[in-house]
Nanobody
Framework: QVQLVESGGGLVQAGGSLRLSCAASGHTFSNYAMGWFRQAPGKEREFVAA????????YYAESAKGRFTISRDNAKNTVYLQMNRLKPEDTAVYYC??????????????????WGKGTLVTVSS
């Protein structure tokens, strides 16, 4: 079992930046692929970015490409999401997730095995 705790959310103006963090505990962090998803009010949870256990392979949603960067520090059991040039449509609860297996399925909610409780990001116009 892996426990995930997100932090770093908050209120930011459009064009600004935020860095989300997700601290993992309970199992060997480096064994897991990690990802970020988000859910806006009234919408389904959607994929944002995912990173392999070694950090050498990544997937990004089209909406995140060029603005967001996922990274991890296995020594700190932490995964990050650096978000730049934020837009009001990025407003959502952001969830950290872990997968026991790296595959294209990590871009789907079904491809993830463990979830954090989320952190709210609000981007004002």
């Amino acid at each position: 079992q892996v426990q995930l705790v997100e932090s770093g959310g908050g209120l930011v103006q459009a064009g600004g930046s935020l860095r989300l963090s997700c601290a993992a505990s309970g199992h060997t962090f480096s064994n897991y692929a990690m990802g970020w998803f988000r859910q806006a009010p009234g919408k389904e949870r959607e994929f944002v970015a995912a990173l392999s256990w070694s950090g050498d392979r990544a997937y990004y949603a089209e909406s995140a490409k060029g603005r967001f960067t996922i990274s991890r520090d296995n020594a700190k059991n932490t995964v990050y999401l650096q978000m730049n040039r934020l837009k009001p449509e990025d407003t959502a609860v952001y969830y950290c997730a872990a997968a026991e297996r790296w595959s294209i399925e990590v871009v789907t909610t079904d491809g993830m095995d463990y979830w954090g409780k989320g952190t709210l990001v609000t981007v004002s116009s």
